[in-house]
């Protein structure tokens, strides 16, 4: 008889494309059983109504709205535009109908977007444009049969693990609303619903006699518990208190009350194994290990070094069953759909398939003892970022260690890596295509249009293509509004898009007029800033916001040749997300991967346009942040003059580079100013207002200024490892933080030159350490409201850099 470790070996290895058939039924079957669940087609068609009210109040009686089954759209998701019937002064002049809520604000926007020409951004990348549509009564017509989009994929996912700390954190009712809105407008229909859950693991900890003092020490503060959740870390930025854990919660029950009356279907959090320490005392027996250090500066295990209840103990079982029935008995039975990603650089002890498969078992165990129906929804960015474990064997003993149809994978980095590709379709799973994009919620204008037109198509008609989804799992958001509103029309798509002509559209639409010099801005950035080609993630690391900490006497510029300048992908042990690091060169090189003269003609071009569109506050977003990002490659390159005179011991030179690298960040800061969009006082208000007392508004601010600055833990001469990965480029920021770092750091420099001594690299850490720490815990107020001219900010700054 063959060894049963064997048997399981072959088994996985010479699974035939049936499976592939099998998960599909399944994944017909999951979507008919959420089918039933959705609200009533008049509580879904009068949340449909409620959006509209609060996107087009004027135009409330201009749409009808209504429910259509799936077989009235051919057996698919749609949306149906039509010409209403008999239409007169009083009566509806559009039909909009739907599968689903979802559907039918999905087709409002299409129908404002390509027949009214207008454009629905986030508030903070200029927000809409809606002068364009036309007044009542005058809207444009469709032709005679209407037109109908169906979903070729069943769902449109959204979020990313870390987006509710790197975005969500401060969030309030009233922002989330627009948030779900936008949603909804966009096509998503599975969002990921990860707020309040500290409030549910309190009850269900609590059930297993872990005090709230022990979890004092295992929750992170509010601006860290994506990290905390993941069991890279925790207590660092906490406690929680009793007010936030309350407020949390109730935030989240109406936070899933508005997806499920649009027919959404939220994606709640299961177990992973993440535990409090006091649970080793209370359960004794129980196989938890205790993991290693995740950025810590030197290992403190105040914050590092957390502990994980193994997936093949019994008790695993117990807690992840208990989470979910909590959750249910919160909300209600609103989803069969939970996320984990027990295994996302924590590769399991061995890479035996079948301990593998066991491990997988008792995951999904864990979920379907409380919830029968239930699905496993999985980053599949362990498959990427440790392919040296997972290999074919170890990959197929996971993904198939559930029944067909029961896990649905996320290709995280579909967009730059697709590991669809190489993996066989995850050898049978379903999967979602999904764009990655940002990182820390950085501030840089990125993309890959060209990747995003085409990449969920050729997934999707590929052979045996297990694609079920396209989603969109950014770190962080509010930036880049031209990829974020090319991405969700691909949940639409059934063709490629030629993005040149669908830029042109893009322009008008977005700036309410057709202006040539904008259009041929947009023809430029999508031949360089859009169309990044070079394989490397997207992770700002200009030297204004993430300054290097090097002592450059150790290394001549001389050295840094073409071939050293690339960089690569580097995993960090448990960390979920992963940094930019050179290959060979001492001095960090910030991702550059267009002509930064391309960069200059497109800013020409929308300076230009200014006479036409100054008025426009989607073009105002627009030209400080193509003025920003022009300006900061610009002092990237500054930098390294100043590196190289400080080399050369020319200190004349270093003096003069210095004080214009410090004079860019000053300039920078003052555009910025002008738009209420780059303002790093909205970011500090948002954290205070949520606080009920004084010791959460310090708590609060801090967590919220240490968050984009050191991000982690420091030693008196040593930088966290973490500093400045969620960097931002808001103004504030640049002349109270950024400045003064380059400033103390070039003055030893030139102290240097001048005493003719080593650089004192170590003395610079000191004190800039120092500055950060109190400037963590300081309370200075910010500017929230925008001053100054753009316009005429960005020519004055054009003029004296490029003129």
């Not at 109040?57 to 039509?82: L, Q, V």
Request: glycine content about 6%; proline content about 5%; aromatic content about 12%.
């Amino acid at each position: 008889m063959f060894n049963s470790k064997l048997s399981i070996l072959i088994l996985l290895l010479l699974l035939p494309l049936s499976s592939i058939s099998s998960s599909s039924e399944a994944i017909e079957g999951l979507i008919e059983r959420l089918d039933t669940r959705r609200p009533s087609p008049l509580l879904q068609e009068s949340a449909a109504k409620a959006l509209l009210t609060r996107l087009l109040p004027i135009h409330f009686s201009s749409f009808e709205f209504k429910i259509i089954s799936k077989d009235a759209c051919g057996g698919y998701s749609c949306f149906w535009i039509t010409n209403y019937e008999n239409s007169s002064n009083k009566s509806p002049e559009i039909t909009i109908q739907g599968t689903t809520a979802v559907e039918i604000a999905s087709g409002l926007h299409w129908y404002i977007k390509y027949w009214c020409g207008a454009h629905v951004s986030w508030d903070k990348t200029g927000g809409m444009q809606i002068a364009s549509i036309p007044p009542t009564g005058n809207l444009p017509r469709v032709k005679k049969d209407g037109i109908m989009i169906q979903r070729p994929v069943p769902w449109n996912y959204y979020q990313n693990v870390v987006t509710s700390s790197y975005s969500y954190v401060w969030w309030d009712w009233e922002r989330w609303e627009k948030e779900i809105d936008w949603m909804a407008l966009q096509g998503i229909n599975l969002p990921l619903a990860f707020t309040g859950q500290e409030t549910i693991w309190q009850k269900v900890f609590m059930d297993f006699n872990i005090s709230s003092q022990d979890l004092n020490s295992f929750f992170g503060g509010p601006a860290f518990l994506a990290w905390a959740r993941m069991g890279n870390l925790h207590a660092w930025g906490g406690p929680l208190s009793q007010n936030w854990l309350d407020q949390q919660l109730a935030l989240q029950k109406q936070i899933l009350s508005r997806m499920i009356e649009l027919g959404m279907t939220p994606v709640l959090p299961s177990f992973s194994g993440n535990v409090p320490a006091a649970l080793r005392e209370i359960f004794p027996s129980a196989n938890i290990t205790r993991l290693g250090d995740w950025n810590t500066v030197d290992g403190n295990p105040r914050w590092c070094c957390t502990y994980l209840l193994d997936p093949s103990d019994p008790l695993f079982i117990q807690i992840g069953e208990a989470f979910i029935k909590q959750q249910i008995k919160e909300y209600g039975d609103v989803t069969d759909i939970y996320n984990c990603d027990t295994f996302n650089e924590n590769s399991p002890p061995t890479s035996d398939p079948a301990y593998i498969s066991s491990l997988g078992s008792a995951v999904y165990k864990a979920m379907s003892k409380a919830d029968k129906d239930a699905v496993w929804l999985m980053q599949g960015w362990l498959f990427y970022s440790d392919s040296s474990f997972w290999k074919p064997p170890q990959m197929k003993a996971l993904l198939h260690s559930v029944p067909f149809g029961k896990m649905i994978v996320l290709d995280l980095f579909a967009d730059v890596k697709p590991v669809w590709e190489s993996s066989s379709q995850f050898y049978g799973t379903p999967y979602v295509w999904c764009m990655l994009h940002n990182f820390g919620g950085n501030i840089e204008m990125y993309g890959v249009l060209d990747a995003l037109a085409s990449g969920p198509i050729d997934a999707r008609i590929s052979e045996n293509s297990t694609m079920v989804g396209v989603g969109m799992c950014m770190e962080g958001i509010e930036h880049n509004p031209v990829v974020y509103d090319l991405m969700p029309e691909m949940a639409f798509r059934k063709d490629r898009v030629q993005v040149e002509e669908w830029l042109r559209v893009y322009s008008r639409r977005r700036y309410g007029k057709t202006v040539k010099q904008a259009e041929a801005a947009w023809e430029i950035l999508h031949r360089s800033i859009y169309n990044c080609s070079d394989g490397i993630a997207d992770h700002n690391t200009d030297c204004i916001v993430k300054f290097p900490d090097w002592d450059p006497s150790l290394n001549t510029y001389s050295t840094f040749s073409k071939q050293n300048r690339t960089q690569s992908l580097i995993t960090m042990p448990r960390n979920r997300r992963f940094f930019l690091s050179e290959t060979q060169s001492t001095l960090p090189q910030p991702h550059l991967w267009y002509s930064t003269r391309d960069a200059i003609n497109a800013l020409k071009l929308f300076i230009d346009a200014g006479q036409d569109l100054a008025g426009s506050l989607t073009y105002r977003y627009d030209l400080v942040d193509l003025t920003r990002q022009v300006l900061s490659k610009l002092a990237n390159q500054v930098y390294l003059d100043a590196i190289v005179a400080f080399q050369h011991k020319d200190a004349k030179a270093l003096k003069s580079h210095s004080q214009k690298f410090e004079q860019l960040i000053i300039d920078i800061d003052e555009l910025l100013a002008t738009d209420d969009n780059f303002l790093l006082g909205t970011w500090l208000e948002s954290a205070k207002k949520l606080a009920l007392n004084p010791h959460e508004k310090r708590q609060y601010e801090w967590n919220a200024r240490t968050q984009i600055t050191m991000w982690y833990d420091t030693t008196k001469t040593n930088q966290s490892q973490l500093h400045d990965y969620a960097n931002k480029f808001w103004s504030g920021l640049l002349v109270d933080y950024y400045l003064p770092r380059a400033s103390m750091y070039f003055n030893h420099l030139a102290e240097s030159l001048r005493e003719n001594t080593r650089f004192k690299i170590v003395e610079w850490r000191t004190e800039w350490i120092s500055y950060s720490n109190k400037w963590q815990q300081d309370t200075k107020l910010y500017p929230v409201k925008a001053q100054g001219d753009a316009l005429a900010i960005s020519t004055s700054l054009f003029q004296k850099y490029f003129g």
